[in-house]
């Protein structure tokens, strides 16, 4: 009786610890995170996509610890605290694929897997192509879910079809496209997937 007391404590620390570095038990392998990121281009992002939120990533566990597969430079698993840490005011959102319980078996999670490891290493695309070569932060996680089950997570834009008349955005725009900003480039943004009815919000870290 004493031994299984003993190990409920010690259970319940643990579930407290966890608790307490990123205020959410819940986690899952596979869901998707969103941040505000304090990176130069952030404010940038927030303005063309009209959305507070400019990074994510997958949550994935290993042994014990859950760590974010993100596309930064480069493209790597972070551990989540130290993810959630990089954003601004620690706050976050998990959202989670509708019937992810029957989506997202051990073998699907396997497989998601692999596919991201084809971009490990990869270097962060700052100018948003579509291709594999270079890769930012919503094109991995959509190209990661839409290999490995079919799922279009957002709508594809053209880089036109953001808000591209403020000044801040019109000033990044020339510094890495010049006079040539490609328009017609296809896109994938934080914001879309966030707003994609694909997904349903399971935790918001205010």
């Not at 290493?121 to 839409?146: A, Q």
């Not at 020339?174 to 009815?197: C, H, Q, T, W």
Request: hydrophobic share 35%.
């Amino acid at each position: 009786m004493r031994k299984t007391l003993q190990y409920i404590t010690i259970g319940l620390i643990f579930l407290i610890s966890c608790q307490s570095k990123t205020g959410f038990s819940g986690f899952q392998n596979g869901d998707i995170i969103f941040q505000t990121s304090k990176s130069g281009q952030s404010k940038t992002i927030q303005i063309a996509t009209g959305s507070k939120y400019s990074h994510m990533g997958i949550i994935y566990k290993q042994g014990d610890d859950y760590f974010v597969y993100e596309a930064v430079q480069p493209v790597k698993l972070t551990p989540l605290n130290d993810w959630i840490n990089r954003g601004e005011n620690g706050h976050y959102v998990v959202k989670r694929i509708k019937n992810s319980e029957n989506l997202l078996t051990p073998g699907t999670l396997t497989k998601m897997k692999q596919i991201g490891e084809k971009y490990a290493g990869k270097d962060y695309d700052l100018y948003f192509e579509w291709s594999d070569s270079k890769i930012y932060c919503s094109e991995l996680v959509w190209k990661i879910y839409k290999e490995a089950i079919g799922l279009e997570i957002g709508e594809l834009e053209k880089l036109g079809d953001f808000n591209l008349t403020d000044k801040a955005v019109r000033q990044k725009l020339m510094e890495r496209y010049g006079d040539n900003i490609p328009k017609e480039e296809l896109v994938i943004s934080p914001a879309s997937m966030f707003n994609s009815d694909q997904l349903i919000t399971i935790y918001n870290k205010q």
